[in-house]
C-alpha cells in the first residue's frame, strides 16, 4: 500500500502504524508530531495507529524560525 | 526595580522576545540569544526530512528558554490551528505565536484568517499570541477573543523598517488591556526603544539581531534598548515644545 509521507509517495508494509512512519522518516525521538488525514496523533498512540491506503501522513519537528 | 512582564499569569525578567530565525549556525545564535537576556524564543514547525538542523530545541532548552512555536508560512486558519496543534503535541506547550499570512511578497497578516484560527485555538485552550498588522480595531478584536497578547507589526517581517506608524501603536497600547508586544519591522535599537516608549509590553525580533554583522552585538544593543525604552515610558516624557526652554536660571 502507498501513503503520502511528508509530500512523497511512499510504498508501506500492510498494516503499517503511524509509529513506522515516524521512523522511516528519521525523525529524533522527541520533539516531533503526527498529522494523518489533517489530524494530528498524540504520541501514545502512534503504535496502535494503523495508516490506511492512500493516507496522507506529516510528520513535522521544531527549526529555527520566527 | 521589580517590572516583570506577565502573559497568561506566566512572568518573565526580560521584555524581549526573540526568534531563531536567519541564524548563520547554532554558535552564533547562542551567543545572540544569551546576550540577550531573552526567556521566550520562537521556533517553526517544519517536516522532518526537510529540517535540516534540528538542534534548535537542544539549545533552547539548555539555555533554559521557553520555547514559543510559531505557525509561519500558515494561509489560512485551518493550516495554522493544525500547527499549533501539531507544535502542542511536539513541544509540550500550549502556548503558540499564531501567524497567518497572506502572500509571500509581504508577509503581512490575513486578518479575517487570523481572528477566525484565534478563536479556534482560544476555545482549544491554547494561549494565544497573534502577530497582527497595526490595527487597533483589529488588536481590540483579538483581544475579545482571548488572546493573551496582541502583537501588532512596526513594519513588514524582515524589512527592518522601524515602526511606520507609532501613532497606531499608542492607539492600541492606550487601549489594550493584555500585553502589546512590538513584533515584526525593528531593524535597530532606537526601534526597540520607540516600541517601548509607545507603551509597548515588549518587543519580538529576529532577523534584526541573527542578521545583523555582529548578531551577539546587536543582541545586547536590543536588551538595553528595551529596558532603556520601558524605564522611559516609566519615567514619563516631558512634552514636546516648540519654542526654547532655558533649563538655566535666568541671570
Known sequence: MNARVNGSLRELPDGATVAAVVELTGAPSSGVAVALDGTVVPRAAWASTPVADGSVVEVLTAVQGG | ?251
Open chain 2, 1 to 251: 526595580m521589580d517590572d516583570p512582564l506577565i502573559i497568561a499569569g506566566r512572568e518573565f525578567r526580560s521584555r524581549l522576545i526573540t526568534g531563531t530565525g536567519g541564524a548563520s549556525n547554532l554558535s552564533v545564535l547562542e551567543r545572540a540569544l544569551v546576550a540577550s537576556g531573552t526567556e521566550l524564543t520562537t521556533v517553526a514547525m517544519r517536516r522532518v526530512d526537510a529540517a535540516g538542523n534540528t538542534g534548535v530545541l537542544d539549545l533552547l532548552r539548555r539555555l533554559g528558554i521557553g520555547v514559543l512555536p510559531n505557525t509561519a508560512g500558515c494561509r489560512t486558519a485551518a493550516e495554522a490551528v493544525l500547527t499549533a496543534q501539531l507544535a502542542r503535541e511536539a513541544l509540550e506547550t500550549n502556548w503558540v505565536k499564531l501567524e497567518v499570512v497572506a502572500d509571500e511578497r509581504t508577509l503581512l497578516p490575513d486578518p479575517i484568517e487570523l481572528l477566525d484560527a484565534a478563536e479556534r485555538l482560544v476555545d482549544d485552550g491554547f494561549v494565544v499570541l497573534p502577530y497582527t498588522n497595526d490595527d487597533p480595531v483589529m488588536a481590540q478584536k483579538l483581544e475579545d477573543v482571548g488572546c493573551a497578547t496582541v502583537m501588532p507589526l512596526g513594519s513588514p517581517i524582515g524589512t527592518g523598517l522601524g515602526i511606520r506608524n507609532p501613532h497606531n501603536i499608542e492607539l492600541i497600547t492606550a487601549r489594550a488591556s493584555v500585553p502589546v508586544v512590538l513584533d515584526a519591522g525593528i531593524g535597530t535599537a532606537s526601534d526597540a526603544a520607540l516600541a517601548m516608549e509607545l507603551g509597548c509590553s515588549a518587543v519580538l525580533l529576529a532577523t534584526a539581531v541573527t542578521r545583523a554583522q555582529d548578531p551577539e552585538r546587536m543582541a545586547a544593543a536590543m536588551r538595553s534598548a528595551v529596558d532603556g525604552g520601558r524605564l522611559a515610558r516609566l519615567a514619563g516624557r516631558i512634552p514636546q515644545r516648540f519654542w526654547a526652554q532655558a533649563s538655566s536660571p535666568a541671570l
